[in-house]
């Protein structure tokens, strides 16, 4: 595997659900970065990832719980989600904070039923 | 603060023909920009950037762009479309950690 790949690529869910999407990058970066795309809107970062330490959490309910046990993986724990929360999630990671270029997997389509 | 707007939703061209996606930015100092691609159910893949070195950055699959800091404008440009240039495109600037998108414009090329 190369790059950055993210599973499940689909995910259905109920609200009371509880489910989590990993992300792995295999690139040697340091930083991870999880996104939300919902159609009609512009990619929302929801959190950045340093050395597995969160260094921005921008506002995210707390039914989104991320996890980062190592520099290559990313979870995104989630629970009791909301119909609206039904999107594309994406993963990216870069060399570092200090390098704008990132690296996307292809997603994780989610839908809350 | 940063940020970016995509001036067209949605761009049509025929195959061959040249392709114009435009992109003004504001800033309040010297920003990195960059313009990503996503193909339908694809993640996003960087055509681009620009890091304040040659005013005309050229990108992956013939795509250029050209920053132009008196116009604040940093638009994306292919002399010829190909089918395969259909999808999302993205215009972002560098901001603290975090990049920042624009809304998006869609490319059909038909033939």
């Known amino acids: 595997e190369t790059g950055v790949t993210q599973t499940p690529r689909h995910l259905v869910m109920g609200m009371t659900n509880k489910k989590s999407l990993k992300c792995e990058q295999h690139l040697g970066h340091n930083a991870m970065y999880w996104y939300k795309q919902s159609a009609k809107k512009p990619l929302e970062l929801m959190f950045v990832?340093?050395?597995?330490?969160?260094?921005e959490n921008n506002s995210v309910p707390s039914r989104f719980s991320p996890e980062c046990p190592n520099s290559s993986h990313l979870f995104l724990h989630l629970h009791t989600l909301q119909p609206e929360d039904s999107a594309l999630y994406l993963c990216a990671s870069s060399q570092d904070l200090n390098t704008y270029e990132q690296y996307f997997g292809p997603g994780t389509r989610l839908t809350v039923t | 603060a940063q940020s970016v707007t995509q001036l067209d939703s949605h761009v049509s061209v025929s195959e061959g023909t040249p392709v114009l996606l435009r992109c003004n930015y504001s800033?309040?100092?010297?920003?990195?920009l960059f313009w990503y691609v996503q193909h339908p159910n694809k993640g996003l893949q960087l055509l681009l950037k620009?890091?304040?070195?040659?005013?005309l950055v050229k990108g992956i699959n013939g795509f250029e762009a050209e920053f132009k800091k008196s116009e604040t404008s940093f638009h994306l440009t292919k002399p010829s479309a190909h089918m395969s240039d259909a999808a999302e495109y993205f215009c972002?600037?560098?901001?603290?950690?975090?990049?920042?998108f624009g809304k998006g414009t869609t490319l059909s090329v038909s033939s």
């Open positions: 800033s309040s100092y010297s920003p990195s």
């Open positions: 972002v600037v560098g901001a603290g950690t975090a990049l920042i």
């Open positions: 990832y340093s050395l597995e330490e969160r260094v």
């Open positions: 620009y890091t304040s070195a040659a005013t």
